[in-house]
Each structure stands twice: as structure tokens, then as C-alpha cells.
T-cell receptor
């Protein structure tokens, strides 16, 4: 079992819809979670960080964390074709080498 | 505003050749990491350095060596390149412990023939 699991997709949504990306993790000691966006041929770019249970909103992005269920999600409202990318979920605890990436979910937003 | 700088951006090697991938950061972060990313696979940790003067193996260290030259620079060396090492290599930095985000360079695309 991988420490962070994501559905590889692709997840296809129409332009303007809400895209919902999900991630589960196995290390109950993980304290912090991050969402990265990776365009094809580019490096991962940090888009959201979440450290406590609940929701965190930043523009069109909302990250949700449920530590009891070991579940992290990213909602993208009013999805745009420019949101088409692979989204990586990551989690970490305050020990070095305890930072895990999921394999990523590919999102396609269709015009 | 360079952040994390990787050189070179592209490289083609022949089997058995050696080379060093360079990573430099101006973020004043203590920790630095080397990953490889292959098509259809996620990021796999090769080596990391929690602080200047220390290095540790990650998930896939075989065939690689690293040097943390100073706080800013962390290099990855392939002593005898093999086709299986064809990949995209990313350097990342992190401030403090693993409860902080990592920040990535643009990557080095390495092909070994």
C-alpha cells in the first residue's frame, strides 16, 4: 500500500463545472497536506497547503482535510481548460523523509 | 527571483558515461531532495539532504551519488549511466521539517542511449 493514494484518472469535466480530486493517506502521523499542479513537461507547482481539519479556500480552489477518515480533497470551481494538468497530492510529518507524493490525477477540462 | 535552479535542462548521454546534475537554491532552505519521474509513474525519491553536510538514501538510490556542497547546492552524480536511468530529474527544497511544502526546480531531462 502506498502512503498516499490517488486515482490516476483521467478525470474529465466540462468547462465551468466543479472538478473534485481526491486523495487518501495511510500515515496517521501526517500533519500537513499539499496539492501540486503539474502541466505536461513542467515541474510540480504548489497550489494549496492545508494543515488542519476542514476547508481552506483560495480563489477557485478549496482544499478539504478529514484526518479521522485520512482523506484529502481539492475542489476546483468554474474549471477552465487551463486547469487541465496532473494534480499531485502530498503529505508530510515532521520527520525528514516522511514526505509522500501520490502518483497524481490527470484532469481534462473540455471547452 | 530564481528559487531552485537546475542545470542542465537537457542532456543526452551514452551508456557508461558519467555526469553530474546540479541544483542550486536561493531560498535559504535547509533540506534538499532529488527525485526522478518516469512516464506514468509518480515522483520517486533518490536521495535527500536534511541539512548541510548530511545526505541519506531515498527509495531508489542505486546507481547515483550525491554531494551537499554547501547550504545552497546539492548535486546528483551518475557514475556509469544506464538506459534505465533515462528520466526527468527534479530537485526540490524544503524549509524545516517534512510538515512544510517542497519547492521544485524546472527539471533536467536526461536520455541515455
Amino acid at each position: 500500500q502506498k502512503e498516499v493514494e490517488q486515482n490516476s484518472g483521467p478525470l474529465s469535466v466540462p468547462e465551468g463545472a466543479i472538478a473534485s480530486l481526491n486523495c487518501t493517506y495511510s500515515d496517521r502521523g501526517s500533519q500537513s497536506f499539499f496539492w501540486y499542479r503539474q502541466y505536461s513537461g513542467k515541474s510540480p507547482e504548489l497550489i494549496m497547503s492545508i494543515y488542519s481539519n476542514g476547508d481552506k479556500e483560495d480563489g477557485r480552489f478549496t482544499a478539504q482535510l478529514n484526518k479521522a477518515s485520512q482523506y484529502v480533497s481539492l475542489l476546483i470551481r468554474d474549471s477552465q481548460p487551463s486547469d487541465s494538468a496532473t494534480y499531485l497530492c502530498a503529505g508530510g510529518r515532521n520527520n525528514f523523509n516522511k514526505f509522500y507524493f501520490g502518483s497524481g490525477t490527470k484532469l481534462n477540462v473540455k471547452p | 527571483n530564481a528559487g531552485v535552479t537546475q542545470t542542465p535542462k537537457f542532456q543526452v548521454l551514452k551508456t557508461g558515461q558519467s555526469m553530474t546534475l546540479q541544483c542550486a537554491q536561493d531560498m535559504n532552505h535547509n533540506s534538499m531532495y532529488w527525485y526522478r519521474q518516469d512516464p506514468g509513474m509518480g515522483l520517486r525519491l533518490i536521495y535527500y539532504s536534511a541539512s548541510e553536510g548530511t545526505t541519506d538514501k531515498g527509495e531508489v538510490p542505486n546507481g547515483y551519488n550525491v554531494s551537499r556542497l554547501n547550504k545552497r547546492e546539492f548535486s546528483l552524480r551518475l557514475e556509469s549511466a544506464a538506459p534505465s536511468q533515462t528520466s526527468v530529474y527534479f530537485c526540490a527544497t524544503q524549509h524545516g521539517g517534512s510538515n512544510q511544502p517542497q519547492h521544485f526546480g524546472d527539471g533536467t531531462r536526461l536520455s541515455i542511449l
